[in-house]
C-alpha cells in the first residue's frame, strides 16, 4: 500500500488555468505539508497543515491555496498558473516525534507540473 | 546567501569508494539534522538523522554533525550503483508539532559507476 499517494503525477496544462493536485497519507499522521521542487532540485516548503488547521504558510503568491478536509488528506489548488510554476510538487506526512527522535516525513511521489 | 549550502555535485565514484557528502549552514538554531536519498522521479526518503552535534552510524552510513563549524556530512563506505541518486541535507530547529519547519540543502547527484 502507497503511504503517501498523490494526483495526477503529471501535469501539462496552459498558462492562466487553475489546477488540483490532490494528496492522501494512509499511515494515520498528525501533519501534512506541500514542497515546490525547482529545476535545480532545491526543495522547498510551501505549506503545512496539523489536523486540518494550517501552520506554516511561506512567502508563496496567493494564488496557491491549500485544503484540507480531514487529516489524511491536503489538496493544492493553483489559480491562474504561470510560467514559473512548473516544478515538481511533493506532499509529505509526518506524526509528532518522541522527544530526541527524528521529525521524520514521508513524501509522496511527486506531481511533476509543466505550465505552456 | 542561503540557509543551508551544498555543493550540487555532479559527483561520479567507481564501485567501492567512500564517498563524502558536504552541506554547510549559517543558522546556529539548528539542532536537527538529516540526509535524504532522492531516486529520480521519486520522493526523498530519510536515510540518516542526528540530534545536535556527533555522529551515527548505520551500515554503510555515517553521518556527522560539527555544530562549532556549522558544517554536517554523510559518509557512504563500499558505494554501490544503487547508490547512485540526489541527496539532500535537511536541517530544522524544531520539531513540526513546535513550529519548526525542514530547510533542505541543494542536493547532491552522486554516480557509481560499476
Known amino acids: 500500500d502507497t503511504a503517501v499517494s498523490q494526483t495526477p503525477k503529471y501535469l501539462v496544462t496552459q498558462m492562466g488555468n487553475d489546477k488540483s493536485i490532490k494528496c492522501e497519507q494512509n499511515l494515520g499522521h498528525d501533519t501534512m505539508y506541500w514542497y515546490k521542487q525547482d529545476s535545480k532540485k532545491f526543495l522547498k516548503i510551501m505549506f503545512s497543515?496539523?489536523?486540518?488547521?494550517?501552520?506554516i504558510n511561506e512567502t508563496v503568491p496567493n494564488r496557491f491555496s491549500p485544503k484540507s478536509p480531514d487529516k489524511a488528506h491536503l489538496n493544492l489548488h493553483i489559480n491562474s498558473l504561470e510560467l514559473g510554476d512548473s516544478a515538481v510538487y511533493f506532499c509529505?506526512?509526518?506524526?509528532?516525534?518522541?522527544?530526541?527522535?527524528?521529525?521524520?516525513?514521508?513524501f509522496g511521489p511527486g506531481t511533476r507540473l509543466t505550465v505552456l | 546567501q542561503k540557509e543551508v549550502e551544498q555543493d550540487p555535485g555532479p559527483l561520479s565514484v567507481p564501485e567501492g569508494a567512500i564517498v563524502s557528502l558536504n552541506c554547510t549552514y549559517s543558522?546556529?538554531?539548528?539542532?536537527?539534522f538529516m540526509w535524504y536519498r532522492q531516486y529520480s522521479r521519486k520522493g526523498p526518503e530519510l536515510l540518516m538523522y542526528t540530534y545536535s552535534s556527533g555522529n551515527k552510524e548505520d551500515g554503510r552510513f555515517t553521518a556527522q554533525v560539527d555544530k562549532s563549524s556549522k558544517y554536517i556530512s554523510l559518509f557512504i563506505r563500499d558505494s554501490q550503483p544503487s547508490d547512485s541518486a540526489t541527496y539532500l541535507c535537511a536541517m530544522s530547529s524544531f520539531p513540526h508539532n513546535q513550529g519548526g519547519k525542514l530547510i533542505f540543502g541543494q542536493g547532491t547527484e552522486l554516480s557509481v559507476k560499476p
Open positions: 509529505a506526512s509526518s506524526q509528532v516525534p518522541r522527544v530526541g527522535s527524528a521529525d521524520t516525513q514521508y
Open positions: 543558522n546556529s538554531a539548528f539542532q536537527y
Open positions: 497543515y496539523n489536523n486540518k488547521e494550517l501552520i
